[in-house]
């Protein structure tokens, strides 16, 4: 009867076993959400020259995520002490799946000024813009981040330069919240000199 016994409870953990992987099967899907990241074709205030207006249709925004947080630069991401690996063209988007919760937007812009060297023009125009949007990604959801390049036109010496204003914007089965310009400075904009935070690259 012992033997009968031990065998029917080595046969009850065999069964068990499959279940609770079922189990951590269904769990698991329920801990993660998915983020659509789509940048939208570039739009224009004014007419563009056709050699600008070709560059930039083969150009694109750079960005990274780690620990819930999203950055979007428009500085050298040789200057930004974060992993900067994605760059989505214009028109283009990515697909994550990541895990459920609060995830924060910051942007880093750059307005182009004179300047000798490249330290001079980013401690002159460089700038963080903290948690610009703050947004939920959903457990089993999508949540969808639009990024829409507004290109306004700037001056430096007697060159055109063109940046675009990324004016974000999330949507969710909520609906889809006001955009928001990542990198336009602001009252709540930290000049690069006087920025302490982590994003700055600082040599040692």
């Known amino acids: 009867m012992k033997f009968f016994a031990s065998m029917l409870l080595c046969a009850a953990a065999l069964v068990a076993a499959p279940v609770s992987a079922q189990e951590a099967a269904v769990a698991s899907p329920s801990a993660t959400g998915t983020l659509i990241v789509d940048i939208k074709p570039f739009t224009s205030e004014k007419e563009l020259p056709k050699k600008v207006d070709k560059q930039l249709r083969s150009g694109g925004l750079e960005w990274g995520i780690r620990d819930r947080q999203l950055v979007f630069t428009m500085v050298g991401k040789q200057f930004v002490d974060f992993p900067i ?14 895990p459920a919760g609060e995830y924060r937007i910051t942007g880093i812009g750059l307005e182009m000024t004179a300047g000798f060297s490249v330290q001079k023009i980013l401690d002159r125009g460089a700038f963080v813009n903290d948690d610009v949007v703050v947004f939920q990604v959903e457990p089993g959801k999508t949540s969808t981040l639009h990024i829409n390049p507004v290109i306004k ?7 055109d330069f063109w940046m675009p204003t990324m004016m974000a914007s999330v949507t969710t089965e909520a ?13 709540a904009s930290i000049a690069w000199p006087n920025y302490k935070g982590p994003l700055k690259f600082v040599a040692k």
């Open 153 to 159: 036109r700037d001056g430096a010496f007697v060159v």
């Open 85 to 98: 690996s994605h760059m989505t063209r214009y028109g283009q988007s990515e697909t994550l799946v990541l």
């Open 175 to 187: 609906g889809t919240s006001a955009e928001k310009a990542l990198n336009v400075r602001g009252d």
